[in-house]
Every structure is written in C-alpha cells, then in structure tokens.
C-alpha cells in the first residue's frame, strides 16, 4: 500500500519515456472553468494539483487563489502555453500524472483529466486514504463519472473509496464544451475526504480483503457471498441487523451496510477466517 514519495520542490521533473495515453479534451467553455474552481473553495492557504493542465485553462484561474498550484503536463507543446502565462503560484511538472509522486501535505485536486487514464488516476487519489488527499473537483467521462457515483457498486475498489471519502455526481457536461470535442459527454464529480470514516484508516487492508472477497461475483446475495467468512447463524443475525429480508444483490449494499458487516466480521469472527487481500491496486 506505501509508496516512496518525495515533496515537491520548485522545479521541473522529466522522465525518459512518453505517457502510454491518450484522451486529453481541452476545456474551452470559461464560465464553466470558473463553475469549477468555484466549486473547490480554493483558499490562500491551499496546495492544489491540476492533473493534465493542458493550456492551464483551469491553472491560470487556480493559481490567482490558492497558495501554491502543482500543474501536471508531459504534452511538450502545452508546456510551452503553459509558461508563457507566467503564473504567480504554480510549478509545472513535466511527467507522466501516474509516475507522480504526491504530495506528502494536505493537497485538493482540481482538474479536467485525461479520459483513457481516467481509473488510475482515481486509484492513485483514493487507494491510500493514508494520503494527505483531501477533496477535489474532477472533470471525466460520464460513463466513469455514473460508475463511481452509482449505488450500484461491482468494483471492490470503488466500495473501498466509499468508506473514506464521499464521491457525489454534481452535473453532465455537453461535449461541445471541449477541443477537440470528446465522442461522449463529460461530467463533474466532487470527491470529500469523510469527517467520520466508516472504517478506520489504520483497518484499509482488511477491509480491501473483506470486498475482494464479496465482491467476486457482485451478482450473489448476501447469504451465498459471505458464506465462508459468516457462519449461517451469523449471517442470519446480520440480515436482520442490516434490515434485509429478501435475497437482494451483494453489489446494492449501502456505504453504512458495508460499514455494520465489516464491524462485525472484527468484532465476532475469528482472524483466520478473514479474507485475505490479493491485489491493492
């Protein structure tokens, strides 16, 4: 789950080899990058990131109030608009955003991003809540955008994400906002580190286990997919704790239902019966 991070100085970073993506759509429309800067509630005392900067149409407007703007491009010839708006406030860094290292302080992300790219960036936000990420505004492809706000939830990771931080769906965003203009349309989402985790920071490894394992098959019911950590009278006093009665999908539990069958996995089943995490990422 760690890294080795290093902080962010002053200066350029390179790295030898291209970003194997593509999908950057430039933001063109100013009242909306306005509408989401507006949204973020960047303050003076703020360390942004701006990931796939582009032009710097939402950095030039980030680094007029925030304490400190970290605009990540690899694109040499955005680079290039990039410094000659000569903004107060910002470091460019020249790199690939998932060879990035980030900031060991408390950092919010406002950023238009790259579509093809658009999970590993989310995964790289989210995956530690360790981090010192705290909130952002993210401008993405509306399908990804549905996926990660839906209540519906098949992906382990994005149930993770859930249990430290608050993904909401905010609005669609009409692809003639962008050049060159993307296939689908866009959306926004904001992301709010939770005051109150549902599951302990310092648990983030045994949780990720518990969903791996759930999560197999999202299509299962609660009885079939705990089976092999619950015992039978357990799952049956957790469906009644969880106010369950019928045989419903393991995929359509709430963040607060997640929350009740992993504090009851610590509290009453023994450790070796606890899945084991495979994968982190």
Not at 94 to 122: G, W
Not at 126 to 143: A, C, D, H, T, Y
Not at 238 to 246: A, E, P, Q, V
Request: some cysteine.
């Amino acid at each position: 789950m760690t890294r080795r991070r290093r902080k962010f100085h002053n200066k350029k970073f390179t790295t030898g080899n291209p970003p194997n993506f593509s999908g950057q759509h430039l933001m063109h429309n100013k009242a909306l990058v306005n509408d989401i800067v507006n949204l973020a509630h960047i303050s003076e005392t703020d360390l942004v990131l701006d990931l796939g900067a582009g032009k710097g149409a939402i950095t030039n407007v980030l680094s007029n109030r925030a304490r400190k703007v970290l605009a990540v491009e690899y694109d040499q010839k955005f680079i290039k608009k990039l410094k000659q708006l000569e903004m107060k406030n910002t470091v460019i860094i020249e790199q690939d955003i998932l060879k990035i290292s980030l900031p060991r302080e408390h950092f919010i992300v406002v950023s238009n991003i790259p579509y093809a790219i658009t999970t590993p960036i989310m995964k790289m936000l989210l995956n530690n809540p360790s981090s010192g990420f705290q909130r952002g505004v993210i401008v993405m492809e509306k399908g990804a955008a549905k996926r990660f706000t839906s209540n519906f939830v098949k992906n382990p990771y994005i149930i993770a994400w859930k249990m430290w931080f608050d993904i909401r769906y905010v609005k669609g965003i009409s692809r003639k906002n962008f050049s060159p203009p993307p296939r689908v349309d866009s959306a926004m989402i904001t992301i709010n580190r939770k005051a109150k985790p549902i599951v302990p920071i310092s648990d983030c490894l045994i949780f990720w286990g518990l969903a791996d394992y759930v999560l197999k098959n999202p299509q299962l019911s609660i009885d079939l997919a705990l089976r092999g950590v619950f015992t039978p009278p357990q799952i049956k006093h957790l469906k009644r704790s969880l106010r369950i009665n019928n045989e419903v999908s393991v995929a359509t539990l709430s963040e607060q239902q997640w929350g009740l069958i992993f504090e009851t996995m610590v509290k009453h089943v023994p450790k070796f019966r606890w899945p084991k995490i495979k994968k982190y990422n």
